[in-house]
T-cell receptor, first 116, second 113 residues
Framework: ETGVTQSPTHLIKTRGQQVTLRCSSQ?????VSWYQQALGQGPQFIFQYYREEENGRGNFPPRFSGLQFPNYSSELNVNALELDDSALYLC???????????????FGPGTRLLVL | SQQGEEDPQALSIQEGENATMNCSYK?????LQWYRQNSGRGLVHLIL?????REKHSGRLRVTLDTSKKSSSLLITASRAADTASYFC?????????????FGKGITLSVRP
């Protein structure tokens, strides 16, 4: 277990709805990254938050948005859900660096989203 | 888009045998990492190898990296039924201060008791 938690574990939504997924990072970690994993595929980088600011974004449309809070927990919001948004959503946290490059990410168990 | 391509897509071996999985990638990297995923749940970090390293060991795991061929291999020795899982390689680009991983599609490993 990494100490990264996500909620909810499972979620069913209908097309057009909005969803919010939550992630609590491991204690002391100030960076959170979100990934989408479709069935049978590898995870795809959505975006990353560092000290409450977006710090890099993958090839996802603006209806995917996020937040990071002062306690470094994070939310992923998806508006106007589409059928293809059905996937496992993973968050990963990283500890602060001491001037170096932060390499290791610690993943949570994921939220499985089904869009009908 | 996915940077890494793992090979084979699926591997079935007998307990006690060695499992070798390969990964190829396309662009420059800062490091390459291998992860394991059980039953579609969270990813577990196995091992990281930096671009200036050629080989690394961790317990029953051995990873090699050939940056000239843009390829890596993961060897699991003396496999166990508990090693049954999906394995992913992930590359980390040499930009920015925080890791942003690009994953391959994964290899499904089945270890028969």
């Amino acid at each position: 277990e990494t100490g990264v938690t996500q909620s909810p574990t499972h979620l069913i939504k209908t097309r057009g709805q909005q969803v919010t997924l939550r992630c609590s990072s491991q204690s002391g970690h100030n960076t959170v990254s979100w990934y989408q994993q479709a069935l049978g595929q590898g995870p795809q980088f959505i975006f990353q938050y560092y000290r409450e600011e977006e710090n890099g974004r993958g090839n996802f449309p603006p209806r995917f948005s996020g937040l990071q809070f002062p306690n470094y927990s994070s939310e992923l919001n998806v508006n106007a859900l589409e059928l293809d948004d059905s996937a496992l959503y993973l968050c990963a946290s990283s500890p602060p660096t001491s001037g170096g490059y932060q390499e290791t990410q610690y993943f949570g168990p994921g939220t499985r989203l089904l869009v009908l | 888009s996915q940077q890494g391509e793992e090979d084979p897509q699926a591997l079935s071996i007998q307990e006690g045998e060695n499992a070798t999985m390969n990964c190829s990638y396309k662009t420059s990297i800062n490091n390459l990492q291998w992860y394991r995923q059980n039953s579609g749940r969270g990813l577990v970090h196995l091992i990281l190898i930096r671009s200036n390293e050629r080989e690394k060991h961790s317990g029953r795991l051995r990873v090699t990296l050939d940056t000239s061929k843009k390829s890596s291999s993961l060897l699991i020795t003396a496999s166990r039924a508990a090693d049954t899982a999906s394995y992913f390689c992930a590359t980390d680009p040499p930009t920015g201060a925080n890791s942003k991983l690009t994953f391959g599609k994964g290899i499904t490993l089945s270890v028969r008791p």
